[in-house]
């Protein structure tokens, strides 16, 4: 079996789950036997394969690009002419023999589109998120949603990451729920390491993650414990955030690292002593599970693909900050809860293998083969 | 010839109010903040028109119409009969209608159903049973000769204990770890003392109790006929069903055909010569103890693992019920009997079987009981109530 696989984002250069997706599937398919060709701009640190099916094919000379629109407008016209003319590129350059094509989100869709015509072959679309959720559900861009509808609507079946994601794919782009197949996210283990008192947040700062919920959180609960909140990330909303730290009175108390490299991101994960995902609208929430695989008990939103699936974690209301500190509290002041949801969590991990993603997308795969 | 013993607990526990750190140490009336009246209230009646009631009326029928050969036994936990005088007189005096029948026979347990029999002192369980036994003969005139601890819970001490009280036989499970090779249908007797123990046969009971609607299970669907007929080609004395009253019509809908199970099952038995039905008093009385067992760690009936580990298995649950000793402690020395009341309704096993963290397929089961989300959201709500709780019994 051959696919042409169309990224956006590879590790080591990556700022979502999309990039860790795509890095643990194509591994894990490249181990059972299929060939891959995975196209993405070009970049500066080159991503390498070291395995002899998967074969990583740099497009273009894009630069580095953020995952979500930058918030300023000259920016953002810079970044939808590159993401053009990637997909332009890709159009041209992907050729050859494919028993499939499978893209990811709506960056690389045009191109998957057009390709499904000129090689003449299946498509297969993977929706990590939509425009509703990357806009936390307030004012979403028409533009986006309609590259979204046209690529969902061409797509012979389409990966949603969550029951949460399949739903909007069915209610919102008018999509038959017959073609929607829901395979959760995977994480490769962080393991544990010594606990230090920091309550984490970690993700883009923008409306999508809810980081003002947990700053109104943390304010709740440093009335009733002595801990500190760490905001790790950057985003449009980072100088907002500090603002409201300060009105908030709790600025010596709140740390914001600003973006972490991929070691940093593991070392934080390993000494918080809880992780908290406060999102308005996620579709899976892939660093719920690396915390979690990092022995860190998890509170996470329920509007949130990973809240269906992951049991032994907390599941909260994203606004309801005081369910919210009653949960941090309790976890800070009861020894027992953390080491048994710490204990447990761990073992639940294992269950959230790539090699099941793997499986699970062949099987999607298979049903599509001509 | 085998007997069959067909035996009914009884119970609803007194769920928590949502209870958070933020309300520890600043509300005011204990009773009414850490118990959800309004919820206990609506699943109460929901559970009586389901199940109490429907079933009630089903078994008297059956009882008058074979003439009192059908014979069953009940019991009642003191919250469930504390529901019934609070919210529906009437569903107790139908289980009063069911005992003047003479066909039918009371259990003794703890008033709370609670794991009293677990603690270092056995006052504590003592003073429940005794508690018990009051409630039972307030409303019914009569004591009890069977004893049956919280969810078959059983080991030697709690055997020695039950029969100093005066019990003639005790109800646990039959568990292959303590059975082996022998079968279930007859009475054995504990090492250490003479008291005669009623072994639920796990199998026939559970294809009721579980596998009555498992549309994957070889022997479904389950017909009356069917049910007897294994019966009937079963050796031994008595063969014990004993499960949740709940089976009928709550976690067995009506329309999984279980009342009609249960209404052509009489029938269906004593079409064999050899089958009979008898209550658990009657069982311990026609029936010689045929064996020996020896139990030094507490069994039960709760999931496969047949021990104490659904309510004991975890960090959470093991703090908790340390906690909970810990409280009794100081309230029983100071004899504060409203906050001792409080205390011993928080005892009821079922807040600790909500914080079961065990996998998959039992986990499934915890999950449909449970009234939280996960089982660390029942610790902390468990937890706050006993800080609480602490708090005041040391103030006052």
Redesign the interface.
Known sequence: MRIAMLGWEYPPFKVGGLGTHCYGLTRSLADKNVEIDFYMPRVKDRPVSDKKNLRIIEVGDAVLFPYDRPDSKELSGQFYDKVYKYNELLFKCVNGKYDLIHCHDWLTMKAAVRLKEKLGCPLVVTVHSTEYDRAGWLYPNQWFIDIEREGMEKADRIIAVSNFTKKVIVEKYGINPDKVEVIYNAVDPIGEGEKKNLVLFLGRLTLQKGPEFFLKTAKKVLE?EDTRFVIAGSGDMLPRLINQAIELGIANKVIFTGSLSDEEVRHIYKIASIYVMPSVSEPFGITALEACSAGTPTIVSKSSGVSEVF?????VDFWDT??M???I??LL?????R???S??SL?EINLFTWDRVADKTLEVYSKIMR | MPSVCFYFEVHQPVRLSRF???NIGGVQDPYNSYFDHKKNRAIFEKVASKCYIPTNKLLLDLINKYDGRFRVSFSLTGTFVEYCELFMPWVLESFQDLFDTGAVDLIEETYFHSLSSLYDDLDEFEDQVKMHRDMIYRIFHYKPKVFRNTEAIFDNRIAKKVSDMGYKGIITEGADKILDWRSPNYLYKPVNIDIKVLMRNYMLSDDVGFRFSARGWSGYPLTSDKYAKWMADSPGDVINLFMDYETFGEHQWADTGIFEFLEHLPGEVLKYDNLDFVTVSEAVNRYDVKGEIDVPWAISWADADRDVSTWLG???Q??CFNELKDIGRILREKKDEELLYVWRLLQTSDHLYYMS?K?FED?AVHAYFSPY??P??A??NY??ILQDLKQRAMHR
């Open positions: 009733h049991k032994n974690c907390f599941k005081d369910e500190a009653n949960k509290i309790s002041r009861y020894d027992p809860l080491t048994t949801m204990k447990y073992k | 958070s750190v933020f975890n960090n959470m093991i703090s963290t996998g986990g989300e996960v660390y959201d610790f902390i937890m706050n």
